[in-house]
């Protein structure tokens, strides 16, 4: 499994995005899928996820509110819709995952098998 994150650049306090990740080498239709940022000190938070089955997504605190994560399974891809965003949302940010597993729930947590290469966002007036 591959994955490809696009859509990072530079926006103004405020701002937002959408975040792509691509996948291939297999179906994204088992797998649970992770957003982390890390940041310029490599510190690395979890954004939120998206469970395997159905539509379940969790969020970090820092994500809460602003954050939509979703998923076309169709083109293989989930995305991070980022609104409202805020200098401490400045970061390279990663898709991850583990192993395809059926399961309807998710947390996030800053530790998997499976990273893209990152996109950058920066945020700054």
């Known amino acids: 499994l591959q994955l490809v994150e696009s859509g990072g650049a530079s926006v103004q306090p405020g701002g937002s995005l959408r975040l792509s990740c691509t996948a291939s080498?297999?179906?994204?239709?088992?797998?649970?899928i992770a957003w982390v940022r890390q940041s310029s000190s490599n510190q690395r938070t979890g954004v939120g996820c998206?469970?395997?089955?159905?539509?379940?997504?969790h969020y970090g605190d820092s994500g809460k509110g602003r954050f939509t994560i979703s998923r076309d399974k169709s083109k293989n891809m989930v995305f991070l819709q980022m609104n409202n965003l805020q200098p401490e949302d400045t970061g390279v940010y990663y898709c991850a995952t583990d192993f395809p597993r059926e399961t309807h729930t998710c947390t996030v947590t800053t530790g998997y098998f499976h990273w893209g290469q990152g996109t950058q966002v920066t945020v700054s007036s």
């Open positions: 998206i469970a395997s089955i159905g539509n379940y997504t």
């Open positions: 080498g297999d179906k994204l239709d088992y797998y649970s």
